[in-house]
């Protein structure tokens, strides 16, 4: 009988191994994914939802950090300063902001790493096709995703492996150098397994013109215009053309038009894929509904942010149609409480001057706001969900970058029809621009309207050496003009070409070090 | 060998179907079990004769009188041995039928014969045990005879053949065995005295044992103790009555908010709540924090708590045993008894006046805020957007007109009611016992609209078909209504939620705009949008059900004498329903309703769980000589699965309706989970003489939440005590009578880390192609296949004393813990993807002093006890992980940092050091880039002339140098006074509230000491507060030194006035008593806020010691009853 209850003992541990042994159901696991063709690509769709994080602060490290947009100041909620913070060069490693970007632009590392690690070896059945598809993405997202990092941090850590644990989690600094050779390695070998657009409009998905405008573009911030310029002709041969209206190329209804190189998608609707970004653009208010649809009269706690600045309005030359369509003015009244109710959007023609009155800058009855991202009628009920998408590459970005590339290598004639092309389009007459230096002003000038708020402007001054010079001098005005700026703000040091490395990482990676000044 | 064969293979294919397979064991074991006992009548004379057992007829159930106690000893010597049910079931067998065991037989008759030698007669008599309200069970026996005791009935009364010559030896368990000389009477009466030490059996992990053999630190309190303190979790009753645990009451939010440390914090964020054990059922609490469903158990079943918290005691729960373990008795029946009592009590609540915030009031605001746009208008050139000049606003041009206005906090609270009603009937006789409990509770919250409603039911009932066979089942629903206080998109505790998001509301503003209409909005000019929290309070409609129900079945079978096999099914199911509506009226910090119809929304979130537990226990128990010997083996199974569900609607059309159904758009979701346990356990204990005892328990685990290569964990354990007022050299004073040290030392382990954690998990990374949704999947969870439990080896060396005959009892306990791999998340850099990865990292030493004391100060008429304990503790980090601190990285809402050197969550932030109260100042410290002569000087820790976040530093340690409980008890005829205190010594607290009581921007109400702001280097204010200057006041709103204080107090938990009727005025009821009752009567504290036991999120450790504004803790005055029929 003993003998029995040892055994049943014996024969209950020996068989728990599988009962102690669960995954979860409710939730896809390592354990059932990366098996076939389709769970590589869902990885690859994973890998691209990143850029939507990132977009969604990037106007405030990338933007408003320049001469282009400023904000409204809210008296009534002082906990958004970090960004204030930004636009005023009084930052420091505790801002958050600069966390949000620096972790969503790893994470899209991450998720590549993931795809490219596993990709070594493909599931069985994958045709070529769907490798060259995924790896080429894969390897182009990965060097944007680093390429917006080493502008914004410099010297960062370089993960090219898939993080399983603990150890392989902490990575040391990799040089400038090396982090643009990384880059310009995937960027490469990306070209050679994509295809350029074979439709307009494009699915939205990341393409040959799409890795030689990013490739381009790092050549021209490296200054090896050499390089720049062929890749940026070849963009020129892809079938991309600039749309007739320039307002016509923001709308929602012309999304990855033939003028789209690359551009972030979002989706309204309730499957969590919508932008919010008017909602950071128009005023703090607790009431949208005259401007942002009638059935949806929200509460808008986010708002006053990427203001355009009266510096930025002041160099629209006159008939420009693109002051029109990318800076408009809502107008409104005070409620009891000194809240900004807005009424109506107006044109920024008619309406030049809105700086408000003196220091209670937020309840002015008119304000300055970014129109890209306006595309009304909203018919939604939903609050913060809109359609709009962020350009991130568009093709008269190109042909600017074409010309700039040009221009450097002394080819200014070479370069001017290309100018002349976004000049048209825009209202303007032809430029007749002389010699290098000259071109090169007039074309640091069109980048700056012509991609006012598409987060140009601050790596343009950057990669031109402009930024000390220009955000100095601007500083002087905003302090005459804003009464409320601190006495130390607008220190444009050398150091603040790069921002600080988020404090948390310093931390739990203690051999990571900070950037100068931070 | 088929069947297991069978129920293996059973087990592996349909894992969800386990249940089947448990029963088919259960009854496997009841089969062998009548088998053998069918076998044991004739094998047992042979193997009494080897193994020298003496009494052999006792019949089964004898030593097992509870469900639990399978491995009870038995007393060694004669007199403890035979135990008052053993002794009484013996008396009864003879008197109604003829002994079947031949061997008795042989005795009794020689036995006779002896007595007619002598010339024996009858004695008959009565015995008194003094203070019990039962008189029955005592054991009667000739000196020397050996044999042939006999036990007293109900009355006390016993009838026993005995020489006129001979000595008679009374003993009864748990009071002083007594000899008295017959000397020729027929008649005696006999007092017993309680022996303090051998008097309490103590529930211990699978098993009973007498106190005095414990060799572990087990501490037990009865339920009877502590029945006059009102409490929706028995948690509460608790509160400074067991050195070494710290329970607090973290809110006054009714139902879910005790907290326990069992010797402090064994863990970092993996949960800290000891592991709660009901009648043997291991209970499945919350891992992620809280106490999970055991808020659910309601107090009035039970009978007896049992602490245990050295590793000896624990080690056989394994691996959840790390943080204690609380094993609760319910209530069962006594055999030949039968009982109807009823409990009662009603109660009111309501707030102390101490630890109210104190806040600007009307006028005050008003001149503070005339002054903060004063000094706009000066340095910063405002203008006023509504006028377009330099002129104060309207709201604070003349703060004269104002007087108090609103106190917002008083606003939210009121007087409210709660009661209790209980009735518990029981009956035992020789085939059952049973016993059954309702009760009805019901708890107002003194914030308006919330409170907590539940019925609970328990039966006990235990069978005893024949004689060496129970069959027990058991089974306790309970449903629970929790009104409003299980949280929501708008809570009651927290930062900027009702209770302090109310204090940062206007006092210029009225609650009410006119008779029963609200004003919506509390902000005065310029303030941030807060809307009437009063308002908000009142209209919140959260609503949480909870329906458990616990049941277990049991067979015991003793196969052989002294073997007993037992199985047990344990079942615990919780179905849990929250609904919530948040409407056109619905508003919170930053949003002022209406809100548009299309916002309106309802939750409806659903989860149903059950666990069952399968036991399959062997125990041996056997004496031979001086030696005794208890064996047990086991195999236990536990699963836990839940299935969980979330429905939203959005768009009401009307408020009417807050139902999904009415909702124009609804999204849905629903999951499972699940986690399992296989363990294998045995112990063994022996002691020779009742002098030296020595034990040891091991207990394997096998757990799903643990990666796949290290699922197993063993933890062994090993104790020893020896009673050194035994021996015979022992120094026989009337001071010391009892002496005992122990020791042990053991591995116990924690795996309250969630399930599946072990492994990478992808979620859905969606993105839009072609203008539509395209499905995504990323890892988002970085898994760990090395994941495995954390391990505490305990080292605990303690003794026992009793002095002046039983009249001071004292217990003392060093204990010393080395936690290992902790469980944590381990902060990761985010560069790596992931913020986090489930880590056993690090070591800990934890470390104390227990100390308890009971005496009888006074006996007599007048008669007073008291019980006290101190308990000291500490712990220290001493090593992580890469060296990576936890917490103390972000710049708000980080304000802990577990460290190297320090302890576990210490407080951490800048240290304010002042102002820079002129030019010169600013010159001379360093400073924050948005410094400005008048703000915020805190001190530079690095020394690097800039001050930043580096430069924080730790602030203070959360757990106290020592917690204290003291409990008085006074006696006078029917006269019983009870006052209980506690208090704790050496803590700090953190008021996270003050970064918005203590904003200078002029947005928020804000405390009194405001108004001493920095002005100007000739109005520079106290020094202590900064000026208003746009931009410069963030600094000050990050945790600071400024936010630390004392955490110590003294607090008189409970007074108890009571008195017992005399059992002759009513002769229909047995006893009566009624009682008033104090709870939370007094707090001596300088924490200016509520509650110094606050501690903001529970369960975790890490970030413990935070005050963000919570539920008041109510002071109760109540009136109660009990009466016995």
């Known amino acids: ?518 | 060998m088929t069947i297991s064969t069978l129920s293996c293979k059973r087990r592996v294919s349909v894992d969800r179907n386990f249940l089947p397979v448990c029963l088919c064991l259960f009854f496997t074991f009841c089969f062998l079990g009548v088998a053998a006992q069918n076998r044991g009548d004739t094998v047992r004379p042979r193997r009494d004769s080897v193994m020298k057992m003496r009494d052999s007829s006792k019949p089964v159930w004898d030593t097992m009188p509870r469900p639990n106690d399978t491995l009870m000893k038995r007393g060694l010597d004669s007199a403890v041995k035979r135990e008052k049910d053993s002794a009484a079931r013996r008396a009864r067998e003879a008197a109604s039928r003829p002994r079947r065991d031949t061997d008795s037989g042989a005795v009794a008759k020689k036995d006779s014969s002896a007595m007619d030698t002598s010339g024996a007669g009858r004695v008959t008599g009565t015995v008194e045990l003094s203070g019990s309200t039962d008189q029955s069970g005592t054991s009667v026996e000739v000196k020397g005879a050996g044999k042939g005791a006999v036990s007293t009935n109900a009355q006390g009364v016993f009838s026993i053949r005995a020489p006129a010559d001979a000595t008679l030896v009374f003993s009864h368990v748990g009071f002083l065995t007594t000899e008295v000389d017959v000397k020729g009477k027929l008649n005696l009466s006999v007092t017993l005295a309680r022996d303090a030490n051998t008097l309490e059996q103590v529930t211990v992990s699978y098993g009973k044992q007498a106190k005095r053999e414990l060799s572990s630190a087990v501490t037990k309190v009865d339920a009877s103790e502590v029945a006059d303190i009102p409490a929706t979790e028995f948690g509460q009753k608790l509160q400074g009555k067991v050195a070494g645990v710290q329970i607090q009451q973290t809110s006054g939010l009714p139902g879910n908010n005790i907290v326990f440390r069992v010797r402090g914090a064994a863990s970092l964020s993996s949960g800290n709540q000891p592991l709660v054990v009901v009648d043997g059922q291991p209970l499945n609490s919350d891992a992620t924090g809280g106490t999970g469903d055991i808020n659910l158990v309601d107090p009035e079943q039970i009978e007896s708590y049992s602490v245990l918290k050295d590793a000896a005691a624990t080690s056989l729960y394994g691996s959840r045993a790390s943080n204690g373990v609380i094993l609760i008795t319910t209530k069962t029946a006594k055999i030949g008894k039968s009982n109807i009592s009823a409990n009662v009590y009603y109660g009111l609540q309501t707030v102390p006046q101490r630890g109210r915030p104190d806040l600007m009031n009307a006028r005050e605001f008003a001149t503070f805020m005339n002054g903060f746009y004063q000094d706009k208008i000066n340095n910063e050139g405002w203008v006023n957007p509504t006028t377009g000049t330099a002129t104060i606003p309207a709201d604070y041009a003349n703060p004269a007109q104002y007087g108090k206005g609103t106190d917002w906090y008083n606003a939210l609270i009121h007087t409210a009611p709660m009661e209790n009603y209980s009735v518990n009937y029981s009956v035992g006789t020789d085939k059952v016992s049973s016993s059954t409990t309702m009760t009805y509770f019901n708890q107002d919250g003194v914030l308006y609209n919330t409170g907590t409603k539940r019925f609970a039911f328990r039966t006990n009932a235990e069978y005893r078909p024949v004689s060496r066979v129970k069959l027990g089942l058991n089974i306790a629903p309970a449903y629970q209504i929790d009104h409003n206080t299980r949280g929501g998109q708008l809570a009651l505790n927290g930062n900027r939620q009702v209770v302090a998001g109310a204090d940062l509301s206007s006092p210029l503003i009225s609650p009410w705009a006119s008779k029963g209409v609200y004003n919506l909005s509390t902000a005065s000019y310029g303030m941030y949008a807060l809307p009437n929290y009063l308002q908000q309070e009142r209209i919140m409609d959260n609503n949480q059900t909870n329906f458990s129900f616990l049941g277990n079945a049991y067979a015991d079978v003793e196969i052989i004498h002294g073997l007993h096999a037992r199985s047990t099914i344990n079942g615990d199911i919780l179905n849990q329903d929250y609904n919530s509506y948040y409407g056109t009226q619905f508003g919170y910090f930053g949003v002022i309703p209406p809100r548009p119809p299309a916002s309106s929304q309802a939750m409806n979130n659903s989860n149903n769980t059950y666990t069952w537990t399968n036991e399959n226990l062997l125990t041996y128990d056997t004496h031979f000589g001086n030696h005794s010997l208890d064996v047990l083996v086991g195999y236990t199974t536990q699963k836990s699965y839940e299935s969980l569900r979330s429905i939203a609607g959005t768009g009401f059309a009307t408020d009417g309706t807050p139902w999904v159904s009415a909702a124009s758009t609804t999204t849905g979701t629903s999951n499972s989970t699940s986690w399992t346990l296989a363990s294998a356990l045995a112990r063994v204990n022996y002691d020779y003489k009742k002098k030296y005892f020595i034990s040891g328990a091991i207990r394997n685990d096998g757990s799903s939440r643990f990666g796949v290569n290290k699922k197993y964990g063993t933890f062994p354990s090993g104790a020893v005590a020896w009673v050194a007022s035994e021996e015979k050299f022992f120094p026989k004073t009337r001071i010391l009578s009892f002496l005992k040290f122990r020791g042990s030392y053991g591995l116990t382990g924690n795996y309250n880390i969630g399930n599946y954690t072990q492994t990478s998990l992808l979620s859905g990374t969606n993105y839009v192609l072609s203008g539509s949704t395209v499905l995504g999947e990323s890892i988002t969870t970085l898994g760990n296949p090395n994941l495995t439990w954390e391990t505490s080896k305990q080292l605990d060396l303690g003794a026992d004393l009793t002095l002046f005959k039983g009249r001071v009892n004292i217990s003392y306990d060093y204990y010393n813990k080395r936690t290992e791999g902790m469980l944590s998340p381990l902060p990761i850099p985010y560069a790596s993807g992931y913020g986090s990865i489930q880590y056993n990292e690090g070591t800990f030493r934890i470390w104390g002093h227990d100390i308890q004391i009971s005496t009888d100060n006074i006996k007599g008429p007048f008669t007073w006890t008291t019980d006290f304990n101190i308990s000291f503790n500490d712990n220290k980090v001493l090593s992580l992980v890469n060296n990576t601190p936890i917490g103390g990285t972000g710049m708000y809402s980080d304000y802990n940092r577990t460290d190297v050197g320090h302890r576990i969550g210490e407080l951490y932030g800048f240290v304010f050091e002042g102002l820079y109260m002129n030019e010169s100042d600013y010159e001379k410290y360093p400073k924050y880039s948005t410094s400005v002569v008048g703000s915020a000087r805190m001190k530079d820790v690095n020394g690097d002339d800039t001050i930043d976040i580096k430069d924080r530093t730790f602030l203070g340690r959360t757990n106290p140098k020592f917690i204290f409980g003291m409990t008085n008890n006074f006696g006078y005829k029917g006269f019983d006074l009870g006052v209980v205190v506690a208090g704790q010594v050496g803590n700090k607290i953190m008021n996270t509230n003050l970064q918005n009581l203590r904003n200078l921007d002029g947005v928020f109400n804000v405390e009194k000491s405001m108004q001493y702001r920095w002005r100007s280097p000739e109005d520079p204010g106290n020094g202590k507060v900064p000026t208003t200057r746009s931009g410069s006041t963030e600094l000050y709103r990050l945790v600071n030194s400024t936010w630390v204080y004392n955490g110590d107090y003294l607090a008189i938990k409970n007074i108890t006035l009571g008195y017992t009727f005399g059992k002759k005025m009513l002769h229909y009821i047995k006893g009566i008593r009624v009682y008033a009752s104090l709870q939370n009567a007094f707090m001596f504290t300088r924490y200016p806020g509520q509650n110094p036991e606050v501690n903001d999120n529970k369960d975790n450790q890490t970030v413990a010691g935070l005050d963000g504004g919570s539920y008041p803790i109510p002071r109760v005055m109540l009136f109660g009853a009990n009466v016995n029929f």
């Not at chain 1, 014996?10 to 063709?37: D, H, M, R, W």
């Not at chain 1, 906990?79 to 966390?99: K, P, R, V, Y």
């Not at chain 1, 990341?206 to 573009?217: N, S």
Request: hydrophobic share 35%.
């Open chain 1, 1 to 518: 009988m003993k003998n029995i209850v040892l055994f049943l003992l014996v024969a209950a541990i020996g068989c728990s191994k599988k009962f102690v042994t669960l995954y979860p159901e409710g939730q896809v696991n390592e354990g059932n994914f990366y098996k076939s063709t389709a769970d590589f690509q869902e990885a690859l769709v994973g890998a691209y939802s990143p850029l939507r994080d990132a977009a969604n602060v990037a106007f405030s490290l990338e933007e408003m950090r320049s001469d282009n947009t400023f904000l409204d100041y809210n008296a009534k909620d002082r906990g958004g300063s970090g960004t204030e913070d930004l636009a005023e060069f009084l930052d420091n490693s505790s801002n958050t902001t600069i966390e949000t970007i620096w972790t969503a632009d790893y994470q899209g590392i991450q998720r590549t790493n993931v795809i490219l690690d596993k990709m070594k070896t493909p599931p069985a059945g994958m045709n070529d096709s769907a490798k060259n598809q995924i790896t080429g993405q894969a390897e182009a997202l990965r060097a944007h995703y680093y390429f917006e990092l080493v502008r914004l941090f410099g010297s960062i850590p370089l993960y090219l492996h898939e993080v399983t644990d603990a150890k392989t989690a902490v990575v040391n600094r990799s040089s400038v150098d090396e982090v643009y050779a990384q880059i310009e390695a995937d960027l490469s070998d990306a070209l050679g397994k994509l295809s350029p657009p074979t439709k307009f409009p494009q699915s939205g998905a990341i393409t040959k013109g799409m890795v030689a405008t990013e490739l381009g573009h790092v050549y021209l911030t490296l200054k090896q215009y050499d390089k720049a310029a062929p890749l940026f002709q070849s963009v020129t041969q892809m079938g991309y053309a600039l749309l007739p209206n320039y307002a016509d190329v923001f709308k929602t209804s012309n999304k990855n038009s033939s003028e789209s190189i690359f551009e972030i998608q979002y989706k309204s609707g309730t499957d969590n894929q919508a932008s919010q970004f008017v909602y950071y653009f128009i005023p703090t208010t607790p009431s949208t509904g005259a401007i942002l649809g009638p059935s949806a009269d929200y509460n808008n706690t986010e708002g006053s942010l990427n203001i355009p600045t009266q510096s930025l309005i002041n160099v629209y030359e006159p008939g420009d149609t693109r002051l029109d369509a990318s800076v408009g003015v809502i107008k409104g009244h005070l409620d009891a409480q000194t809240d900004f109710i807005p009424d109506s959007v107006v044109s920024i023609l008619s309406n030049k001057d809105t700086t408000g009155r003196g220091y209670g800058f937020t309840t002015s009855a008119a304000h300055r706001f970014i129109k890209k991202q306006y595309n009304p009628p909203y018919t939604t009920p939903l609050e913060y969900n809109t359609d709009d998408d962020w350009p991130v590459y568009r093709y008269s970005d190109v042909l600017l970058m074409l010309a700039e590339s040009l221009n450097e290598q002394g080819q200014s004639g070479a370069a001017l029809p290309y100018l002349n092309q976004v000049r048209k389009r825009a209202g303007l007459p032809a430029s007749t621009a002389s010699g290098q230096a000259m071109l090169r002003d007039t074309i640091a000038h069109e980048r700056r309207v012509e991609l006012a708020f598409e987060n140009k402007r601050w790596f343009d001054l950057v990669r031109t050496s402009q930024a000390i010079p220009v955000m100095t001098a601007y500083g002087t005005d905003q302090k005459k003009a804003f009464p409320f700026l601190l006495p130390t703000s607008y220190n444009v040091t050398p150091n603040k070409m790069i921002y600080a490395i988020p404090f948390r990482e310093t931390q739990v990676n203690p051999g990571l070090g900070q950037n100068p000044g931070y």
